[in-house]
């Protein structure tokens, strides 16, 4: 499985490495420009709280349309549950507004919820 993580802590991904998937991290704005390009993907997951000047909301917001464009599930992985509905909503909101198909989920990190 093809899996782009837009998330700032690289450790997390330790675990679908070793799964045998094939995995792409973006944790700079350059990045997730670049990844983004590079599908198809079978999966994109995003983080909320993320180490950088903006948020995962704030990647929903300028990314949005395109990461839903990819035609893969997403799943939203995060420690922050408030974070992670906003995520989801502005995902949605985008889908509706572009009139694009999606499967998006909320999984909190650290849960079975993350095992893939």
Excluded at 9 to 23: F, M, Q, S, W
Excluded at 67 to 81: A, E, G, Q
Aim: glycine share 6%.
């Amino acid at each position: 499985m093809r899996i782009l993580v837009i998330d700032d802590e690289p450790i997390r991904i330790a675990n679908l490495i070793d799964a045998g998937h094939t995995v792409c991290i973006a944790h700079t704005q350059n990045q997730i420009i670049f990844w983004l390009q590079y599908g198809p993907w079978d999966l994109i997951i995003l983080d909320h709280d993320l180490y950088m000047p903006y948020n995962g909301t704030d990647v929903c917001i300028q990314h949005g349309k395109s990461i839903l464009s990819l035609n893969c599930p997403i799943r939203i992985w995060s420690h922050n549950p408030e974070g992670a509905k906003r995520m989801k909503a502005c995902l949605e909101d985008t889908a509706k507004y572009y009139d694009i198909n999606y499967d998006i989920h909320i999984s909190p990190w650290g849960t079975e919820e993350t095992d893939i």
